[in-house]
């Protein structure tokens, strides 16, 4: 029968549960539990002191961040001090420090790679004896000293300086999802395209693959039955006139005793419930979104502005005033429309100025990420801009094997030269008489549409020219960034697995549909899904830097809009927990996209290159890992270790310590770029070394102090602050694994009275 026109912590640890399984046809790398971390090694906090080869030792502050080029190249500056022998009288003043950047997204911290010292200023010193100074700590400097925490570098960026454009260079769509609203319980059961039913070997039931409920018909009956948690209902009509289901049919105990159908069989017969206890269950076959409302809409004013919160829903839902438009957020994207059952507009750039004015300790301030011109929607887009890399053994690294239903059939992608195959659970795209091959950031090369595979070390422009509109726009965010004869290194940026950038945010999703690849042939039908923008209430966690979903009012599991993955290889289905995992009420999971291999987790997780494994695939970002990331590929090797603050260090030579300078808090000394170091004081700034240390008042430009020079302290000061507080906040996320801190604010402040996010 057809359908008309067509997070907290005890659900968190849940996902620990979720069975190893391995699909060669879609690299679903789902953990058996997630990976536990070796013991680590505290390391010391800043002011750092190291003993030089050269004799003496160096003390050093906590880096100041003065700009991050495309977020690979940093410029930053240290308070120094410099003991010739103990208890000598310290030098004191700063280095200038240029270094190209590795970022670890898992971990939230950045590595100074190549790293330089091309100015120094220390008072007492001549040019050239301070210059062999910073030689030998250039060339000596512990791996730990070359890291810091990415929460600290992104509050230090000048984000006025980086405005992003509020334009829409990739071409993304925002057209409306169908939005349902409900002010009773209600789950929105939704359809990739039509319902796709399989069979199920020796059982009489078929259950459909491609929506993330358990859903099955009864043929003989023609009755369709869902499974809500313990709860079962049923129904002649997919599309309506559900009803509490009672007593199931014997084949249900019956199903198959393996992982795939666990969950379910635990449910049955299920707990009885009454017609007037069960959600408003609504279905749909189109992406579609879901507002729920605990009984009528109500509003909480927000401090400073005209704005209304909508408090009794889990959705991010505004109001401009009593009687205004209401805004609703979405995957990134606003909406705005004049009541909760729309019609809805995309508002994202007209929304009312009040918006920029949302305080960050409000319960919802996650939603500033959203809002363009915001500091949090800079900061959102140059996390979603900031590079994975990796480097491949291309003598040694296998091609994932290749299967199509049938022949190669290909398709060509509009307004290019290219052709992309579509019977197969690959991204294969033809160009010209070759055959280029996507898979988990890696680029591939044949000569034939079935291989042989070799690592690609060249890409064509071509490809690059793929449109939002195609499902493979997001092999356009995978690049080649230098090669040679045993090797070849790659980039990806969030983009390829979901995360992108236009109307100054940064956004989940293309915005458009598109349509999954099926065939009927033999036993099972043949179901691969691309992923979706809509359909799971994708939100923005502001403490990891990515999309997560939603849960139980969208379904049991971590899939968007599918409950099962084919494995061609095997030729059967995988669903429901042995595909995903399990995935409760308030937990946060990162959004899924199938052909990536990004799947639902408690923590950022984004690197694909660590599904691979490290023989013939060094990450980038390796350095970071507990214990010791050594390359097979380029013979290098750092180890790595967490800070008490929580920054990572990787262990080397070097001495922690303090110098007679040093004794003091570590937060209260910075450099100044006039080669001045300064102490922030209670009542302004003080001098206290290099070329200038008379003392300074709090008005600028007082006892010699520079209004630039005064503009740039109180900026650092308050980025060392924020930076501090928010890798805190962080490490409390972490710690607690997402449970009792819920990403609904900036200021760690979760949801209150209706708004957790289940």
Known sequence: ?????????????????????????????????????????????????????TGGAVTIFEPQIASWEKQTELVAWSAVSYEAKPGDKPSIGSIKIEADTEVSLDERLVRFKDFKIPEVNLSSLSRDDARKVTTALQAELPEEDKIIDLDKVLAAVDKSQLLPKADNPA???????????????????????????????????????????????????????????????????????????????????????????????????????????????????????????????????VTGTSLLWVNNTEADVFRNGAAGLFYYLVAGRWFSGPSLDGPWTFATPDLPGDFKSIPVEHPRSRVLA????????????????????????????????????????????????????VNTDKQIIKFGEQYYMCYQAVWFLAQTPKGPWTVASEIPAEIYKIPASSPVHNVTYVTITASSPTYVSYRYYPAYTGMMVAWGCAVWGT?????????????????YPYYRTYGYAAWYNPYIG???????????????????????????????????????????????NPRTGTYAQTRQGSNIYGNWGSSYVQRGDSWAQTGRASSNITGNSVAGVRTSSGAAAVTGKGQNGRTTFAKSKSGDIYAGHNGNVYKKTGDGWSSVGGANASPTGTQKGLGGIDSSTYNQLNRDSRARSEGAMRTQTYNNYRSNMGGRTTAGSYRGGGFSRGGRRR
């Open 1 to 53: 029968m057809s359908i008309k026109d067509s997070m907290r912590r005890n659900s968190l640890l849940t996902i620990l549960l979720i069975t190893t399984l391995l699909l060669p046809g879609l690299n679903l790398a789902v953990r058996a539990q997630t990976p536990q971390r070796k013991p680590t090694q505290a390391g010391a906090p800043f002011p750092r002191t190291h003993k030089l080869s």
């Open 171 to 301: 071409g993304l769509k925002a057209d409306p999802p169908t939005v349902f609203y409900s002010s009773k319980p209600a789950v929105l059961v939704g359809f990739d395209g039509d319902p796709i039913w399989s069979p199920i070997k020796d059982s009489e039931l078929k259950y459909a693959v491609n929506t993330n409920w358990d859903i099955f018909e009864q043929p003989a009956t023609k009755i369709f039955y869902l499974r809500k948690d313990e709860n079962w209902f049923k129904s002649t009509d997919l599309s309506t006139g559900w009803v509490p289901a009672g007593k199931l049919p014997d084949s249900f105990s019956k199903l198959p005793a393996d992982d795939n159908w666990k969950e379910v069989k635990a449910n049955v017969p299920g707990k009885s419930i009454t017609a007037d206890k069960m959600p408003k269950i609504v279905v749909t076959t189109t992406p579609s979104e879901l507002i729920v409302t605990t009984g009528a809409p109500k509003y909480t004013p």
């Open 370 to 421: 959203s809002i363009p011109g915001t500091d949090q929607a800079t900061e959102a887009v140059l996390q979603a801009t900031i590079p994975t890399t990796a480097t491949v053994d291309r003598t040694q690294l296998k091609a994932p094997e290749v299967i199509y239903q049938g022949e190669p059939e290909f398709q060509p992608i509009k307004d290019t030269a290219l052709w992309q195959a």
């Open 511 to 527: 915005g458009w549909y598109y349509r999954p690849y099926v065939w009927y042939a033999g036993f099972y039908p043949i179901y």
């Open 546 to 592: 990515v999309y997560g979903r939603g849960a139980l009012a969208y379904g049991p599991y971590g899939g968007v809009g599918f409950g099962a993955i084919y494995n061609p290889r095997t030729g059967v289905y995988a669903r429901g927990v042995t595909a995903y995992g399990p995935y409760g009420s308030r937990t946060f999971a990162q959004a899924y």
